[in-house]
């Protein structure tokens, strides 16, 4: 299924089963505010990444509620400033090999430091366009999904088949934090900031 088709399938769900958390959603970034991002991070990004943050510019800052485990949605201008931090941080010398890159695009938070990144560079595996977390005080640089595409299919399953085991019309906080996504066959794959 296309990126495209799991995000209104995604949106669907939203939208019936969680709307108090559909309604802190903010609206979608223009293209001028996505220009204006890439101009800023010196990355071009692709077309996926785009039309996540054309579906959505993140959530209200007010709102901490998660949209899958424990992860938030950023805005373009949070997703900026995390990686202007984490860049001045890397180019002062303070981390080592692999604890941020450049080409890190942190598009989910915990809100405390920590993100799953869209890595347009590769690391580790040579594979732009993986997904990789990123902790803000541990070592472990797991790269979770291959790709946007495949990790968007594994929270829409991961949303339907809450609600058919649970029967309920909506879906509540816990459940969301409780969500496991399935991994594809030979992930995660484990690797360390050295």
């Given at each position: 299924m296309t990126f495209a088709k799991l995000l209104a399938r995604l949106d669907a769900l939203l939208q019936r089963h969680r709307p108090e958390y559909y309604a802190e959603l903010n609206p979608p970034a223009t293209a001028a505010e996505l220009a204006a991002f890439e101009a800023e991070v010196g990355l071009t990004?692709?077309?996926?990444?785009?039309?996540?943050?054309?579906?959505h510019n993140g959530q209200n800052d007010e709102c901490f509620e998660s949209l899958v485990a424990n992860y938030e949605c950023p805005s373009l201008s949070s997703v900026a400033e995390s990686m202007r931090?984490?860049?001045e941080l890397l180019e002062a010398g303070d981390f080592v090999l692999n604890w941020w890159q450049p080409n890190w695009v942190p598009f989910l938070t915990n809100g405390s430091g920590d993100h799953?990144?869209?890595?347009l560079e590769?690391?580790?595996?040579?594979?732009p366009g993986q997904l990789i977390e990123h902790w803000h005080d541990w070592e472990p640089r797991?790269?979770?999904?291959?790709?946007?595409?495949?990790?968007?299919?594994?929270?829409?399953?991961?949303?339907?088949?809450v609600l058919a085991e649970t029967g309920?019309?909506?879906l509540t906080d816990e459940q969301i934090l409780d969500l496991e996504l399935g991994s594809p066959a030979g992930f995660p794959l484990e690797f360390r900031a050295r």
């Amino acid at each position: 299924m296309t990126f495209a088709k799991l995000l209104a399938r995604l949106d669907a769900l939203l939208q019936r089963h969680r709307p108090e958390y559909y309604a802190e959603l903010n609206p979608p970034a223009t293209a001028a505010e996505l220009a204006a991002f890439e101009a800023e991070v010196g990355l071009t990004l692709p077309a996926e990444l785009w039309a996540w943050f054309s579906w959505h510019n993140g959530q209200n800052d007010e709102c901490f509620e998660s949209l899958v485990a424990n992860y938030e949605c950023p805005s373009l201008s949070s997703v900026a400033e995390s990686m202007r931090i984490n860049r001045e941080l890397l180019e002062a010398g303070d981390f080592v090999l692999n604890w941020w890159q450049p080409n890190w695009v942190p598009f989910l938070t915990n809100g405390s430091g920590d993100h799953v990144c869209l890595d347009l560079e590769g690391t580790f595996t040579g594979q732009p366009g993986q997904l990789i977390e990123h902790w803000h005080d541990w070592e472990p640089r797991d790269v979770v999904f291959p790709d946007l595409t495949v990790w968007l299919a594994a929270v829409v399953q991961a949303y339907e088949a809450v609600l058919a085991e649970t029967g309920e019309p909506e879906l509540t906080d816990e459940q969301i934090l409780d969500l496991e996504l399935g991994s594809p066959a030979g992930f995660p794959l484990e690797f360390r900031a050295r």
